[in-house]
């Protein structure tokens, strides 16, 4: 063994715990637009979050089925609130959990408005909890 193998290995190793990180582009989440930098770990998880929340399922192929949210669903529905809250809870956390980083959803608290729907949870990950998510339906 020869030492420019050990520090081969080395970078290898290094570029394996990079590689398992999650990148994303970067967006301004207020006007929705692309930033120009790359975005990795917690923050790349919170850019794959919003773009999931902000995408409807089965809406466009050249998302996986997987992919997106249901929350469309919701909207007409006539039931007590507590029904809706939870089959809303239910929809995030099945959105979510899509990610293999995201492990479920907390503190998951709904404010019917009238007009609109106001989720609001703590998304877990494996690299961190995100605090203060909101979804409005």
Known sequence: M???????DEVDEEESIDAALPTE???D??????TGEKVSG????KVWIWNALATARYRYPHHSWNYGHELDNLIGLTNDNDYISQSAK???EECLKVNPHIIGIDNFSSKNDGDALVCSFT???DLG???GESVHV
């Not at 020869?2 to 081969?8: M, Q, S, V």
């Not at 917690?42 to 998880?45: D, G, P, V």
């Open 2 to 8: 020869f030492p420019f193998d050990i520090e081969d």
């Open 25 to 27: 582009y970067g967006i």
């Open 29 to 34: 989440f207020e006007t929705g637009q692309l």
């Open 42 to 45: 917690l923050e790349a998880i």
């Open 90 to 92: 239910g929809m995030i």
């Open 123 to 125: 998304v877990l990950t």
């Open 129 to 131: 909890d995100i605090e």
